[in-house]
């Protein structure tokens, strides 16, 4: 299974690149690769990216979005990956999830049954946290081609999802503004 960080985005409501913003001393997109190395799970660590950051991510290998996906967001990181490094499965987490933990990573691959697994909560899909196996490379093809870009278009009944309380923390929260990465500090220090 190769593991697949998804750090193409704009980060436009962060106000700067999030993928190299420090948290504890370390970049997010390296606090979730050293949650990946940890978990001793993946077979390759590879990050998605756009070309005009791509040079600053530092001893991992970097795929840029395949020319005509460019800018198309999460399918277009996930299917160039697909494309570049074929797996029977990827694991797919955005690099703004940097309180993953190596007990959630080892969840999802313990309930993985070779159809897309996805962990959610009372209010969202947590798409970006999940196991996509590579037969979904064609589909996402044709939701690409036809600008179905949200990844809500892969879910249906052939999907597995995990409630995100199976692992205890927050683990799972996406940091979108300074005032969620604030928050989720603060809540740190109250544990």
């Not at 460019?70 to 690099?95: E, H, Q």
């Amino acid at each position: 299974m190769i593991a697949i960080i998804l750090a193409g985005g704009e980060s436009r409501r962060f106000g700067s690149q999030k993928a190299f913003y420090e948290l504890d001393s370390e970049p997010f997109y390296k606090c979730v690769a050293q949650t990946l190395e940890l978990s001793g799970q993946f077979d390759k660590l590879v990050i998605s990216s756009n070309e005009a950051i791509a040079e600053r991510f530092q001893d991992y290998p970097v795929v840029i979005d395949q020319h005509h996906y460019k800018n198309r967001g999460p399918l277009a990181g996930i299917y160039s990956v697909m494309t570049a490094c074929p797996a029977d499965a990827y694991l797919v987490i955005s690099v703004d999830t940097p309180f993953i933990t190596t007990a959630a990573l080892h969840h999802l691959i313990k309930q993985y049954e070779g159809q897309l697994t996805v962990y959610r909560d009372d209010s969202q899909i947590h798409g970006t946290i999940g196991i996509y196996p590579h037969h979904l490379k064609a589909v996402i093809k044709q939701l690409l081609d036809n600008d179905k870009l949200a990844l809500r278009h892969l879910f249906n009944e052939n999907t597995d999802y995990i409630d995100v309380a199976a692992v205890p923390g927050n683990w799972y929260a996406n940091i979108n503004t300074m005032n969620e990465l604030a928050i989720m500090k603060e809540g740190e220090r109250d544990d």
